[in-house]
């Protein structure tokens, strides 16, 4: 097949073709394209899972293939949670085919262009403002009977984990002595503590920018297959304390207010005060801080992709930021301090 980027040595690549080309006359007589020939297929981008993805376009459609091996991936959550999300009004892509056994799909194109490449101190407001309306539709979808995964104390003490673990001991050489322990299980009692106490909604758990898409309607939203019941400050905190983007504190304030004010009038239980409300949304910023500087260091020492640890610095700097304003987190503030690299 005339592709550049088929890979006679790449044997995935050349199944999910395969599989594409008997997928592609079906897809194109349910939405009426006349073209049913696989030869322009190209690389649209890989992420820090194993999955890959690929763009078909022609002049009526463009898709995105979904390559997610198993067993280190699964497809079934995706094809679920999209399902879930377009129900409730969400603009997400359409599977227009799957195989979920060998971890295939076809899914509509949202764009090409993500939130992160376009965003900017301009359009910020009128951005976010967009991603706000989006959340709030997210969190008002009924998830009884969803049988999602529970962000539970056992999946929360997991994640921070993977501070101590992956950044810690593997980055910074260093086992925990008694004391540091000690902070550190103190630590994870607020942090849970908080997070358990929350109102329980769907949470996306990758909210933020790169994972928006420009497209219409704005946004279009991908990356949902980890969603979970869990705190309903978790996306809207991850929304504005980005891995690749950071704000000005009191811009993060101003969206969090309006977030709590449209958010309580839509219905869903958030604190009465603000004060409270941004308590939960630094606790639960330090919990997922913590977590992706381990994963961070994971993906670096495990599997050998060193460039997510040049934003490490990022989360530290938020955690300093919540540090001093949260007096619950001096456990916290006083484990750090004992890391000289970290300070």
């Known amino acids: 097949m005339p592709n550049q980027c088929i890979n006679d040595n790449d044997s995935r690549l050349n199944q999910l073709t395969q599989w594409f080309s008997e997928q592609l006359p079906h897809i194109a007589q349910e939405i009426g394209c006349t073209e049913t020939t696989v030869n322009n297929l190209q690389p649209a981008s890989s992420d820090a899972s194993f999955r890959r993805y690929f763009r078909w376009h022609s002049d009526q459609i463009d898709l995105v293939l979904m390559d997610a091996p198993p067993p280190q991936e699964d497809c079934t959550p995706f094809v679920k949670m999209a399902q879930l999300l377009a129900a409730g009004g969400l603009h997400v892509p359409k599977v227009w085919a799957q195989d979920l056994q060998r971890g295939f799909l076809v899914l509509s194109d949202l764009g090409q262009q993500t939130w992160l490449e376009v965003l900017n101190p301009d359009n910020a407001d009128e951005f976010f403002a967009l ?33 101590p673990e992956w950044y810690v001991q593997h980055e910074l050489g260093i086992t925990l002595s008694e004391q540091q322990e000690y902070l550190w299980q103190q630590a994870c009692d ?4 908080s997070a358990l106490k929350q109102q329980q909604v769907l949470v996306h758990r990758d909210y933020m920018p790169r994972n928006l898409m420009l497209s219409e309607p704005n946004p279009g939203v991908l990356d949902f297959q980890d969603a979970v019941s869990g705190p309903v400050s978790y996306d809207i905190t991850s929304l504005f304390k980005d891995a690749f983007i950071s704000w000005p504190e009191q811009r993060v304030e101003g969206w969090l207010q309006k977030y709590w004010q449209q958010a309580r009038t839509a219905g869903i239980a958030l604190p009465e005060t603000f004060a409270e409300f941004q308590y939960d949304c630094d606790l639960m910023g330090a919990q997922r801080h913590l977590k992706v500087i381990g994963i961070f260091a994971r993906i670096y020492h495990r599997d050998g992709k060193p460039r997510y640890l040049a934003d490490v610095p990022r989360f530290f700097n938020y955690l300093q930021q919540v540090i001093e304003r949260q007096p619950a987190l001096a456990p916290l503030a006083q484990l750090l301090a004992s890391f000289p690299e970290v300070r």
Do not use: K, N, T
Request: zero cysteines; a negative charge; aromatic letters at 6%.
């Open 190 to 193: 607020v942090l849970v503590d």
């Open 131 to 163: 991603a706000m309306g989006a959340l709030i539709q997210l969190q008002q979808i009924e998830i009884d009977d969803a049988h999602l995964p529970v962000y539970d104390e056992a999946l929360l003490r997991r994640e921070l984990q993977l501070f």
